[in-house]
């Protein structure tokens, strides 16, 4: 079985990379994704190399409160609330709407406990699976976390019981690993959700695995085929889906759940995190990670927070504001290639 570490690393290099790949197709149709993109899996963001959006940087700055807090939920609330404070004013491409109005809340003085806006976005789910695998010893503490988390952005219930599932799916992941048990991961789930129709969703999701329905048939009866919503009750089946029809094979499971179109970024970069959570980083394909093309956020980087999340005696501190002026460097030229995709999508192939 991988090791706690191998698993993390895993998770967070695996979230970038299910990010990176999905980011090209986001908001298209699974038809016009094919027609634009071709159905081999490859970067395609910039002349063949990739680069990660607000989610995997979501799933950064979570991984360094937890680092700063060492899982201590007042300390943790505090720390991810400055840090997505600061990292609203660096230019991120792609904000949602909730999550740019909570963070506006947060500037104007409002707590962690009260910048939430009522929605049932992705936001907490991009921040789940690190929550759960670092709580995976500790039911309590995960839903503390993932509580906490949510809130700060989203006050919808919906928003943290899909939060929650996909937390405790990292959780088994990080447990189990490929032996992981079906029955005993959905009974989990059907035990901790407490929305029947997000329950109920779940129950589709466990019959069509039980069935065998191939992921365009699973989709088609969740979302049709405009693909994959930015409502989190689409994305948390979707990526439920697909991470466990294809357990064993990264690959398979990353680039089925990016076929269906949508929200692609953040529906790869969950079933990524799950996958790698699972696999852990061998099984991920080294020419996706040699295509990633990210700074100050490299693939060394990522490893490295991983392994102070790892230490609980490992007290070295980030350098906050350079990284923060790194960052901003980095993001101007990225909103300019993610505008240049908007033009793009204005001519053919339709």
Request: hydrophobic share 40%; with cysteine; proline share 5%.
């Amino acid at each position: 079985m991988k090791s706690e570490p191998d698993k993390i690393i895993g998770l967070m290099l695996g979230t970038a990379l299910g990010d990176a790949l999905g980011l090209p197709r986001e908001g298209l149709s699974p038809r016009r994704a094919a027609a634009m993109y071709g159905t081999d899996f490859q970067h395609r963001f910039l002349f063949g190399r990739g680069m990660c959006s607000d989610d995997t940087e979501h799933a950064i700055f979570t991984a360094q409160a937890l680092v700063a807090s060492r899982g201590d939920e007042t300390a943790f609330a505090k720390e991810l609330a400055s840090r997505f404070r600061w990292w609203m004013v660096r230019m991120p491409a792609g904000i949602g709407w909730a999550t740019l109005r909570a963070g506006a809340k947060l500037w104007l003085g409002f707590s962690p406990e009260n910048s939430g806006v009522f929605s049932a976005g992705n936001g907490p789910a991009m921040r789940a699976p690190i929550l759960g695998a670092f709580a995976a010893d500790d039911l309590t503490k995960l839903k503390t976390l993932i509580r906490v988390s949510t809130r700060l952005t989203h006050t919808d219930q919906k928003a943290e019981q899909g939060a929650l599932a996909i937390a405790l799916c990292a959780r088994r992941a990080m447990l189990d690993g490929p032996a992981l048990s079906r029955d005993k991961l959905f009974g989990e789930l059907y035990c901790e959700i407490e929305c029947p129709d997000l329950s109920s969703r779940l129950k589709r999701v466990e019959d069509a695995l039980a069935s065998e329905k191939t992921t365009e048939e699973f989709a088609s009866q969740l979302s049709g085929t405009r693909g994959v919503s930015g409502y989190i009750y689409e994305t948390v089946p979707a990526a439920i889906f697909c991470w466990l029809n294809s357990l064993s094979d990264f690959r398979v499971a990353v680039t089925d759940v990016i076929r269906l179109g949508g929200d692609a970024d953040t529906t790869g970069a969950i079933v990524g995190a799950l996958s790698g959570a699972t696999l852990g980083q061998d099984a991920i394909p080294k020419e996706w990670i040699k295509g990633l093309a990210e700074w100050p956020h490299s693939v060394q980087w990522i490893t490295d927070l991983c392994e102070r999340l790892g230490d609980p005696t490992n007290r070295s501190k980030d350098r906050r504001f350079l990284g923060g002026v790194c960052i901003l460097i980095r993001n101007v030229p990225f909103m300019l290639i993610v505008i240049g995709h908007g033009f793009r999508r204005l001519f053919p192939p339709y």
